[in-house]
Each structure stands twice: as structure tokens, then as C-alpha cells.
């Protein structure tokens, strides 16, 4: 109950008491107990007013706090479902590059050279730094990159947002942009044997879509 309240709220009260010292004394030598009776109610009805004002305000205050965390819910939800929407097209983008990087390193292990562009190459360094620049120049490895930064601004989004709730998607989708920044980075890095960058890829991939499922999981489950 605020100052003013309070002030008002203990007039009532004093008012109350002098009106029922009145009543009692006047009961005493049975004089007319009318002005006094008004006198009481008028004091109940002071007392009364601060208790039913302090209530009032604090069902307001309760339903202003329960539609602004009503609000940031919606908001954290809403960029959720663009992180999901983001990281999945960071994957197709940086599958499609995994695709091209194996083509040009199987189809020179088995025929020792690939043409590539205008050029021929026999040596693996040169020929993917080759496909690497044609993907470049398409644009095609920007892509994965692009919707990853996205995803990171959806996250940023969700961390202002987040409340008691959704404090797990929030961590799942931190570990699903971890992973999913290693899964780009292992495949757009080729390096070793062809057999050690497959097998690093493949580890990664799964790792990254399992965090993606279960941040997709956790999300519909909890909606």
C-alpha cells in the first residue's frame, strides 16, 4: 500500500475510533446516536477505500506483469522458430558444398586428375581451392554463412526475451548453434585425407542435426 493509502486508511481508523467513543459515551447519558453512527460510517468507509484501492492496484500490477511476460514468450517463441528456419538452411547450404568438396576429391583419387573450371588438377590442395573459388563466386559458400548469422541474431533475440520457462531452449539452441558453426567449418576447411575429412564431416553432421532435432523437439513439445 502506497503512502497516500496508508494515510487515508488510518484517518478511517481514527475517525472509526472517535465515532465509537462518541457512540459510547453519548449511549451513556442516551442522548440521539444518529450524527455518530455517521460519523462511524464515515470512518469505516475511509478505512475501507485504501484496502479496496491497494487491492485494485495490485491486480493491475499483476495483470500488466503477466501480459508483459505473456509478450516476451510470443517474442522468444517467434525467434526460436527462426533459428530452427535458419540453422536448417545453413545445413542444406553447407551440405551442398560437402557434396561438391567430395566429387572433386573422389573423382581424383580414382582417376588421379579432375577438371575443374577451365583447368585440369592432379594435385587435391589445388583442385578443392579451385572448386572452392568457383563456389565463391556463386555465392554458394556465403549461403551457409549468411543464414548462420541469422541464426545468431535469432539467438541474441531469444536470450532478451528469455524467461523461467524457456530457459532449457535457450541452452539447446546455444549447443545447436555450436555445433552447426563446427559442422561449416569442418566441411568448408578440407584438410588431411580424403577418409579423415569424410569421417570428421560425418561425425560432425550427425552431432549438429541431433542438437537441431532436439531444440525442434523441445520447442513442439513445450508449445
Not at 577451365?118 to 589445388?126: I, L, N
Request: proline fraction near 1%; hydrophobic fraction near 40%.
Amino acid at each position: 500500500m502506497n503512502l497516500a493509502l496508508t494515510i487515508i486508511f488510518y484517518i478511517g481508523l481514527t475517525v472509526t475510533a472517535i465515532g465509537l467513543l462518541l457512540l459510547i459515551i453519548l449511549a451513556c447519558f442516551k442522548k440521539k446516536l444518529k450524527g455518530t453512527l455517521i460519523v462511524i460510517l464515515i470512518g469505516l468507509l475511509l478505512a475501507a477505500a485504501p484496502v479496496g484501492g491497494h487491492f485494485y492496484l495490485t491486480q493491475k500490477a499483476q495483470q500488466t506483469a503477466e501480459r508483459h511476460l505473456a509478450k516476451k514468450e510470443q517474442r522468444f517463441n517467434h525467434h526460436e522458430q527462426q533459428l530452427i528456419k535458419h540453422l536448417k538452411k545453413s545445413t542444406v547450404a553447407t551440405e551442398y558444398v560437402a557434396k561438391k568438396y567430395s566429387t572433386v576429391w573422389q573423382t581424383l583419387i580414382t582417376g588421379g586428375s579432375v577438371v575443374i573450371g577451365d583447368g585440369s588438377y592432379g594435385d587435391y590442395e589445388a583442385a578443392l581451392a579451385a572448386e572452392g573459388q568457383i563456389l565463391l563466386s556463386k555465392g554458394k559458400l556465403d549461403i551457409a554463412d549468411d543464414q548462420y548469422i541469422n541464426a545468431q541474431s535469432d539467438y541474441q533475440k531469444m536470450k532478451q526475451n528469455v524467461t523461467t520457462k524457456n530457459k532449457t531452449e535457450l541452452t539447446l539452441a546455444k549447443k545447436a548453434l555450436e555445433k552447426t558453426n563446427h559442422f561449416t567449418t569442418v566441411v568448408t576447411r578440407p584438410t588431411g585425407t580424403y577418409q579423415n575429412y569424410t569421417d570428421r564431416m560425418f561425425k560432425a553432421n550427425q552431432r549438429h542435426i541431433k542438437a537441431i532435432e532436439k531444440l525442434k523437439y523441445t520447442y513442439t513439445k513445450t508449445k
